[in-house]
Structures are given as structure tokens and as C-alpha cells.
């Protein structure tokens, strides 16, 4: 089936600094690719949705400023987390719309620690 | 506001027997309704999904049973094996867009 690669699947950082993740679709083109929060035990909430070649459509109470997404490629969304605090600690997933198959298919996750 | 509502939040099923998770929700537009399974590190995997034209669809042991007047639909899993222990997510993805709204999740153990 399809894959979708993130990467680093983990990262520790000092508060402060910026980080960014990767999300590839590796054996598919995706033109919307999806990044979502979990904090743990609980659900995945919808952080904003990536479209190729135009901004990030940001759902309601995400700072766009804060978490910048770039979908500069058909098989490639990053996020970057700016200036990340304590409170950013948290897994992030992405996902990737298949356009062939129609089917959403979800990465690995990449789990953030911020000191 | 939560769109899809998940029960129950966590669940204990002896080995060979049937596990059930409940979901609901409200708006109308949501035409595809899939069932992730989530294991603890990892990313959700589809296990399967069902839009409203059917009331129910089966892949191996997972069933999926859709209540279209009533807006609600149910994951059962038949023979409970202590692997299918993770957390289960319902979501529903409304017509036309992509994106998906997931559920609060359940968490199963399947206990031999």
C-alpha cells in the first residue's frame, strides 16, 4: 500500500529554537496533505490542511505564524514549529490524500520534546 | 464543538469475544466514515470504513454497521485477539473535502 514517510519520528529541542518536520508521500503524488496534533491519550485534532503550490488553510485557534506549513511539492508538506515552547511538545502526524485510490494514508507520527 | 462523538472511552474484552465502539455525530454533510486503529508510537491505520449508501460492510473479523436515520455507525470486531489491543479512532470526512474529524477514541485491551 501507500507510504508516507515523516521524519525525524522523534526530536528534542531547547525552547526557543525552531523546528521543522518532514512528511513525504513515497509512492504517490498528493496534492493535500493534512497535519494533525495528539497530545497523549487523546485524539487527533486537525491542525491545517497543506495544499500543493498555495497556502496552508489553518483551522480555527492554530497560529499560522506559529506553526508554518509548506507543500512545495507533490510528495513533500513540512511543518515548522517557530520558536518552540514546553507547551509544543507533542506528536504530530501528517497525512496525504491519494487522488488515484481517494484514500487518506497517515505517517508515523514525529513525536516533539521541547526543554 | 465535537462533530464526532466516540464511545465508550476505553474498553475491556476477554479473548474470542466481541468488541464494540459507538460513534455518532451530527452534521448531515459527512458522507465517508472510516475506523482507525492506533498503537501507541504510531501513526493510525485505516482498518476499514463505510459511507451512508450501505448499513453495513465486513473485512475479516471488523464490521462496520451504519445507522444512517439515527447518524450513528459502529466498529465490532468478532474473536477479540489480545493484538488487537490499541486505541480506536472513529472519523467522518464530509462531501467534498478531504479532511477528516476523528472521534475522542477508544482504548481496548483484549486480555487473554
Known amino acids: 500500500g501507500a507510504v508516507v514517510s515523516q521524519h525525524p519520528s522523534w526530536v528534542i529541542c531547547k525552547s526557543g529554537t525552531s523546528v521543522k518536520i518532514e512528511c513525504r508521500s513515497l509512492?504517490?503524488?498528493?496534492?493535500?496533505m493534512f497535519w494533525y496534533r495528539q497530545f497523549p491519550k487523546q485524539s487527533l485534532m486537525l491542525m491545517a490542511t497543506?495544499?500543493?503550490?498555495?497556502?496552508?488553510?489553518?483551522e480555527q485557534g492554530v497560529e499560522k505564524d506559529k506553526f508554518l506549513i509548506n507543500h512545495a511539492s507533490l510528495t513533500l508538506s513540512t511543518l515548522t514549529v517557530t520558536s518552540a515552547h514546553p507547551e509544543d511538545s507533542s506528536f504530530y502526524i501528517c497525512?496525504?490524500?491519494?487522488?488515484?485510490?481517494?484514500?487518506?494514508?497517515f505517517g508515523e507520527g514525529s513525536r516533539l520534546t521541547v526543554l | 464543538q465535537q462533530q464526532v462523538k466516540q464511545s465508550p472511552q476505553s474498553l475491556i474484552v476477554q479473548k474470542g469475544g466481541i468488541s464494540i465502539i459507538n460513534c455518532a455525530y451530527e452534521n448531515t454533510a459527512f458522507d465517508y466514515f472510516p475506523w482507525y486503529q492506533q498503537f501507541p508510537g504510531k501513526g493510525p491505520a485505516l482498518l476499514i470504513a463505510i459511507r451512508p449508501d450501505v448499513s453495513e460492510k465486513k473485512e475479516g473479523r471488523f464490521t462496520i454497521s451504519f445507522n444512517k436515520s439515527a447518524k450513528q455507525f459502529s466498529l465490532h470486531i468478532m474473536d477479540s485477539q489480545p493484538g488487537d489491543s490499541a486505541t480506536y479512532f472513529c472519523?467522518?470526512?464530509?462531501?467534498?473535502?478531504?479532511?477528516?474529524?476523528f472521534g475522542a477514541g477508544t482504548r481496548l485491551a483484549v486480555h487473554p
Open positions: 509512492d504517490f503524488q498528493a496534492t493535500t
Open positions: 472519523a467522518a470526512q464530509p462531501g467534498g473535502y478531504n479532511k477528516l474529524i
Open positions: 497543506s495544499n500543493e503550490g498555495s497556502k496552508a488553510t489553518y
Open positions: 497525512s496525504a490524500f491519494s487522488s488515484d485510490t481517494g484514500e487518506l494514508f
